[in-house]
């Protein structure tokens, strides 16, 4: 009797791939069973970084994971007597499925660590024998049993640890591990490329050239400087990571469920620093600029008229051309402007706007509306801890309580909009009002024209919204 054998080895993520040496290991586990049944290896499947979970269909798990699906196909076009596996728990939660189609083909499933004989091919009788199924269906209970287990510990642990101001999970980018029960320590070299990183941000600078520096994709960029961690906070539960197949997906959790504290590591940047960070992600994202920054105004001009983006444009031939002030998607039907005209005219739109500025008195009425909003979050929270008591008491049914925690989760959502909202106000204010101090007005024009213009149109953004473009030139603060 020889019997052909598939081997089946996998993890569940690219972290498992990359960092440990357990496929190897599953596939030689396999094949020393294999040489003890002097049987022959006729195919080997890798699902490599595929999670086997959450599944309760196998044609959903096939489509999501090609390399099972290949097994099942070749199982079914007669490649091999019997797949084999390191342990039941590769199979995951697909386990009693994949058995139940497997007896449909009259092809086995084996274990090399748990599973005890192996059947004749040619005589095999899936109904014969239900050990292969008790032995699925009891390392399916206990793998249940272990997930569960970890992730009680988890919802657990990381409130304590949060409480107790200790990292939650990973460690961000410029931090070093010490041990589990300690604050990771501060890489020096990489805590310097971030303070780099903040003022490059700062002065204007891509995220493509900032993503470089940082050894990031530019899209994360946003992502790495806004970390509060940086400004020594501490937070849980604000995403949860779902897998369909091998793909990975953060789900946003509501910041009502968010859990924060006070971290006991050393922070990179001042809270200050951090809502201005904050402040020019959240201008950048307004503005959704395309193209570099070669004119003072770029990315603030809007049409009076429709609200569409104004553009500066090269107009007549390439020998001899002159820049003008057009309407992005009507021309000159909406606006046009020689641009020196249009650059005198809001210069003095400017000037004269900035005579009737005062700031301290809103940054204080900011500071007032803040704390209001915090008393209000709190009363939020205590609210919600009301009415779970309440469910646990019986006062409240189910869909009640779930009703009555949706509706505050909702307003808490709106509360942290507001104070965020607040913050990033407030930091602009303040580069606005630093911004106002170190320019010479007397000679605004000349600055604004031969001036860095990235930095001039970032310190701008801090003070203007947009600049309208019409008949007039009106100026919108934030």
């Not at 999501?64 to 076009?77: C, G, M, S, Y």
């Not at 596996?85 to 499933?109: A, E, F, I, S």
């Not at 600029?289 to 031939?317: E, M, P």
Request: glycine share 6%; charged share 30%.
């Amino acid at each position: 009797m020889t019997i052909r054998f598939g081997i089946l080895a996998g993890v569940s993520s690219d972290v498992q791939v990359i960092d440990k040496d357990s496929i190897p290991d599953q596939i030689e586990t396999c094949r020393r069973a294999i040489q003890q049944f002097n049987g022959i290896e006729t195919d080997c499947y890798i699902m490599d970084g595929y999670s086997r979970s959450g599944y309760d269909s196998l044609a959903d798990a096939m489509e999501d994971i090609p390399p099972l699906k290949q097994a099942i196909t070749d199982a079914e076009q007669n490649q091999y007597d019997v797949l084999i596996v390191d342990n039941w728990d590769r199979l995951g939660d697909l386990g009693q499925l994949v058995h139940t189609r497997y007896k449909k083909y009259r092809k086995q499933l084996y274990s090399a660590r748990q599973s005890g004989r192996l059947q004749d091919p040619q005589n095999y009788d899936p109904y014969a024998d239900e050990s292969a199924s008790i032995d699925i269906h009891i390392q399916g209970i206990l793998q249940t049993y272990r997930i569960n287990k970890l992730r009680r510990g988890w919802s657990l642990g990381m409130p304590k640890r949060i409480k107790d101001g200790l990292t939650p999970s990973r460690m961000a980018y410029g931090y070093k591990y010490t041990t589990n029960r300690e604050p990771p320590a501060l890489d020096p070299s990489r805590a310097a490329k971030l303070i780099q990183a903040r003022d490059m941000l700062m002065n204007g600078e891509s995220y493509r050239v900032i993503g470089v520096l940082l050894g990031v994709h530019h899209t994360r960029v946003p992502t790495v400087l806004a970390n509060p961690y940086y400004a020594g906070i501490v937070a849980y539960n604000k995403t949860l990571i779902q897998y369909v197949g091998k793909v990975r997906r953060q789900v946003k959790q509501p910041k009502s469920k968010w859990r924060v504290g006070e971290g006991k590591h050393q922070p990179i940047f001042t809270q200050a620093e951090h809502e201005e960070i904050v402040a020019e992600i959240e201008r950048r994202n307004e503005i959704k600029r395309r193209s570099a920054v070669d004119f003072a105004f770029a990315g603030l001009l809007r049409c009076a008229v429709c609200g569409d983006r104004v553009r500066r444009h090269k107009f007549g031939s390439r020998r001899k051309f002159k820049d003008v002030i057009i309407c992005r998607s009507a021309g000159a039907k909406h606006v046009r402007y020689d641009y020196e005209e249009f650059f005198d005219l809001t210069v003095r739109a400017i000037q004269r706007e900035i005579e009737h500025v005062q700031l301290d008195g809103e940054e204080e009425a900011e500071i007032d509306s803040s704390a209001v909003i915090l008393r209000a979050i709190e009363a939020n929270a205590k609210q919600r801890g009301k009415i779970q008591e309440g469910f646990e008491r019986d006062v409240y049914s189910a869909e009640e309580a779930a009703a009555k925690l949706r509706e505050l989760e909702r307003e808490a959502e709106r509360l942290q909009d507001k104070l965020e909202q607040i913050a990033v106000k407030r930091a602009s204010q303040k580069e606005a009002t630093a911004f106002m101090q170190t320019v010479d007005f007397t000679h605004f024009g000349e600055y604004l024209r031969h001036g860095d213009a990235k930095q001039i149109n970032r310190l701008l953004a801090a003070w203007l919204l947009e600049i309208q473009v019409g008949d007039e030139i009106k100026l919108i603060k934030r």
